[in-house]
């Protein structure tokens, strides 16, 4: 596609739920990440992809915090049990180059998660 | 530990004025990278400028121009004739080598016609 497409772009919850939020990068993005951007504050880190491959997840909050990306491509962000402070905008980025995590990210418009 | 400061949280301007936009970041890696992203209402953060720690020079990108100066640890943004459309939210961001970007807290800007 020509951007990166999350869905959906909202989501309410009630607490408990699980719920999950896809991301379709750019076709042929082989780094893919996960960040949580709660309202007035600046992204944060959660996850990184290079293709199938989960190269890095220390910044998910919880073991209820789950990602995969099982074909190279579409990504999952699955939370369970979700509580109030999961609200916030989660964003996905794709980027081509391979092998760091440094380089420019194309964002998605995020999902925008309510937990009631 | 990497660390990024934007102490400005909202700047107001009016249009035609220039605006700068600070950031001042914590490395102790000789090797990082520095961005600005601008996250209009629409959500997406959009790219900006990636720097490398061994490029000073600054840059200007039609209104656009940065700062970069290791002796103060800051990479500062300026928009030069600024216009309604500038309206963001303006984050910078750092990654030391083989690691994620680490964001600022974001500064707001709103310029008024």
């Known amino acids: 596609g020509a951007g990166v497409s999350q869905s959906p772009r909202y989501k309410v919850a009630k607490r408990g739920q699980d719920v999950a939020l896809r991301c379709d990068p750019i076709?042929?993005?082989?780094?893919l990440f996960w960040y949580q951007q709660a309202l007035g504050q600046g992204p944060e880190f959660l996850t990184y992809?290079?293709?199938?491959?989960?190269?890095?997840k220390s910044g998910l909050p919880s073991d209820r915090f789950f990602a995969e990306r099982p074909e190279g491509s579409v990504s999952t962000l699955k939370i369970q049990r979700t509580q109030q402070e999961d609200s916030a905008v989660y964003l996905c980025?794709?980027?081509?180059?391979?092998?760091?995590?440094?380089?420019?990210?194309?964002f998605g418009s995020g999902t925008q998660l309510s937990v009631l | 530990a990497q660390k990024v400061t934007q102490a400005q949280t909202e700047i107001s301007v009016v249009e035609k004025e220039d605006v700068t936009l600070d950031c001042v970041y914590e490395?102790?890696?000789?090797?990082?990278?520095l961005f600005w992203y601008k996250q209009p209402p629409s959500g997406e953060l959009v790219f900006l400028i990636r720097?490398?720690?061994?490029?000073?020079q600054n840059e200007i990108s039609g209104r656009y121009s940065w700062n970069f100066q290791k002796s103060t640890s800051s990479f500062n943004f300026t928009i030069t004739a600024s216009q309604v459309v500038d309206s963001a939210v303006y984050f910078c961001?750092?990654?030391?080598?083989?690691?994620?970007?680490?964001f600022g807290k974001g500064t707001r800007l709103s310029v008024i016609a």
């Open positions: 980025a794709s980027s081509g180059v391979i092998g760091t995590p440094n380089e420019k990210l194309f």
């Open positions: 076709s042929g993005h082989v780094s």
């Open positions: 992809f290079q293709n199938e491959a989960q190269l890095d």
């Open positions: 490395t102790r890696d000789t090797t990082y990278y």
């Open positions: 720097r490398n720690s061994f490029d000073e």
């Open positions: 961001a750092l990654s030391e080598r083989g690691r994620p970007l680490v």
